[in-house]
């Protein structure tokens, strides 16, 4: 019973927002709260009417007006008693309801197997398995807030500007927004990034070229993408990466001592044609890196207190004896215990890196 009142919870809580985007008012200042109440539900009666086709608002307003209507029934009237039979508009107000909430059902099921179908096709484009590096483990987790997500994380071989060098290049993205347009977002940057991977380039230039690629998609920068792209040289454990305006990635070394990987630029699909600098970095025996998008630092629990970086790194301080795919688990189902029964709001992904 606790679970379904849970549940049942977390579906109100998530209705009332997506609705809320469309009749978030300000109450004015000495207002009586009772008149801030009938205001705020008649602009609720708005969102939840401008949602419905013409044809449905119509049905639903007759049905409203038919269940407040009075109790239709039988009544007698007169010595003869004659009977006199009133309609019944309750039941038809009941019925014209329940054929609104059918049709938006019906409609709710469509979409379901659609968004199914896209996380489907969505889970092709990231790797299921981390591949196998020499001298590194790497454990990777996504899970998306809505069907679909807005996260990109990928392990992959490249060819560096050498033929006798292989590189490894390591990304981790997060397009702004939630669902199927950062999800769209997400498959453009997989496509640009494995096609100007491929060309040989130096690191900048292939981030500046997604850039320019990327801000031909973002609606004049409003869907901008944060970025990490890392260039691994297994032979002399060398990193060298760009930070384009992502959660900087946190370097623990061995010894204890922390590094932020920050050096970068602006996210991409903000402004065209801009340069951004690169950083590097030698890892050693026992160093961690962890990259990370917001959802996981921002996850928030009942009181509106964030998980932050500080319970992050806490779980990995403490835990650096397990191996990245088990202290990934272990740092997801800490997250799990702080937020509780709240509404996961953002995409959450993670990849950790061992060094051995």
């Known amino acids: 019973m606790t679970e379904l009142w849970s549940q049942f919870k977390r579906d109100a809580q998530s209705g009332y927002k997506f609705y809320q985007r469309d009749f978030d008012i300000e109450q004015p200042t000495g207002q009586p709260k009772g008149r801030a109440f009938i205001q705020k539900l008649k602009a609720f009666m708005w969102a939840v009417l401008e949602k419905l086709t013409p044809a449905r608002r119509i049905l639903l307003l007759i049905g409203v007006v038919l269940l407040i209507l009075p109790s239709g029934g039988v009544h007698f009237e007169g010595k003869h008693d004659i009977q006199i039979v009133t309609p019944n508009f309750q039941f038809w107000g009941g019925v014209a309801l329940f054929i609104v909430l059918i049709l938006e059902i019906a409609d709710r099921v469509v979409m379901k197997r659609d968004l199914e179908i896209a996380r489907d096709i969505q889970s092709w484009l990231l790797p299921a398995t981390p591949p196998l590096v020499p001298g590194l483990t790497i ?118 001592v922390v590094e932020r990987l920050d050096a970068g630029g602006l996210p991409l699909g903000i402004q065209q044609d801009v340069s951004y600098a690169s950083g590097e970095v030698t890892l050693a025996s026992g160093d961690w890196l962890i990259i990370f998008t917001d959802g996981l630092v921002e996850a928030v629990n009942h009181a509106g207190e964030e998980y932050g970086e500080q319970r992050m790194l806490a779980i990995l301080n403490g835990n650096i004896g397990m191996t990245p795919d088990l202290l990934l688990d272990r740092m997801i189902f800490d997250v799990n215990a702080f937020v509780g029964s709240t509404p996961q709001h953002d995409d959450i992904t993670c990849m950790l890196i061992k060094v051995a």
């Open 139 to 256: 454990a990777f987790s996504t899970r998306p807030a809505n069907t679909v997500a807005g996260d990109y994380y990928d392990v992959f071989p490249r060819q560096a500007l050498t033929p006798q060098e292989q590189t490894l290049l390591l990304a981790v993205a997060d397009v702004a927004g939630k669902s199927i347009p950062a999800a769209l977002l997400m498959a453009t940057f997989q496509a640009s990034l494995k096609t100007l991977s491929s060309t040989g380039c130096a690191l900048p230039q292939l981030v500046a070229g997604m850039n320019n690629y990327a801000c031909c998609n973002s609606q004049g920068g409003l869907r901008f993408t944060t970025a990490f792209i890392g260039e691994y040289e297994p032979d002399n454990r060398r990193l060298k990466y760009i930070n384009a305006g992502h959660n900087n990635p946190v370097l623990r070394r061995g010894s204890g």
